[in-house]
């Protein structure tokens, strides 16, 4: 399916899991750092900090893109890995790829490319340059375009030296039997992902039609993944309105760029419908 031999691939409980070994790989505690750009996955700093690792931000444009001066500044020599979400996680989009080719082919250490929620982008995934640079490292995980969170799979792809060094410091079995199981069934079914996939990528497109003709709405950032970034008139009180009527959205307004801003999840026809029925409601 991915079309890369087996030496090139890690598996681990989700991609969290080769967040943390990356860190324990090339880092040593206390001395080195990471550089990442926020607003982005929270789990980088949360294993860095499990690792005593000092993390660097190298803060995204506030249109969400990298900036390069910035991000060449930040490190220094006991920078081992820059951290790149792609479509980026809170605000779902694709970063720019001639900017991330740059900072591969600049950046003295490990380049991680999280691709977490590429499944529902027409951009080629950042594995088919494996060959092309051995400082690359690609995450994806089955807990998004695969509905699979709870059996907690993801990849590494990376060059065939890193790979066996991920190899040798993993728990022993660290995907249980059962989870294998449950991937390998899904996995032989690719039809049926590519169609949850397609449905998905509708139901986005219904929603930002939607919300764009609210008066509440204040902008819908473009996105790439399974969600949206959407800021709102009063946004504290629409999230705590949503939350007491049984519909989960994210509080994004604490993070860089995100202020008044709400996270919320591409659903089914139905659950986008009721979302709008809510935040109409909300403001009548």
Known sequence: MKDISVDHLFFGNGSDEPIDLLMRL???????????????????????????????????????HIDLALVKNAWNEYTKLLFICSPNNPSGNLLNEEAIEELLREFPGVVVVDEAYIDFTDQPSWSKRLKDFD??????TLSKAWGMAAVRVGVAMASPFIISMLEKIKP?????????????EALQNDGQQAEY???????????????????????????????????????????????????IVRDRSTQLHCEGCLRLTV?????????IYLITKYHS
């Open 26 to 64: 090339f880092c040593e505690p206390a001395k080195d750092n990471i550089v990442i750009m926020p607003p982005t996955y929270g789990m980088y700093s949360v294993s860095a900090a499990i690792n005593n690792i000092t993390v660097i931000k190298a803060a995204l444009s506030s249109d969400f």
């Open 197 to 247: 996939v397609q449905t998905l990528i509708e139901q986005r497109s219904f929603l930002i039609s939607q919300l764009n003709s609210l008066e509440l709405v204040l902008k819908v950032f473009q996105t790439d993944a399974n969600f949206l970034l959407v800021k709102f008139k009063d946004a504290k009180g629409l999230y705590k309105y949503l939350t007491s009527n049984g519909v």
């Open 135 to 140: 400082n690359l490292v690609v995450l994806q």
């Open 267 to 275: 659903g089914t026809h139905e659950e986008n419908l009721q979302l």
């Open 172 to 184: 022993p079995y660290n995907i249980s039997l059962p989870n294998q199981r449950l991937a390998l």
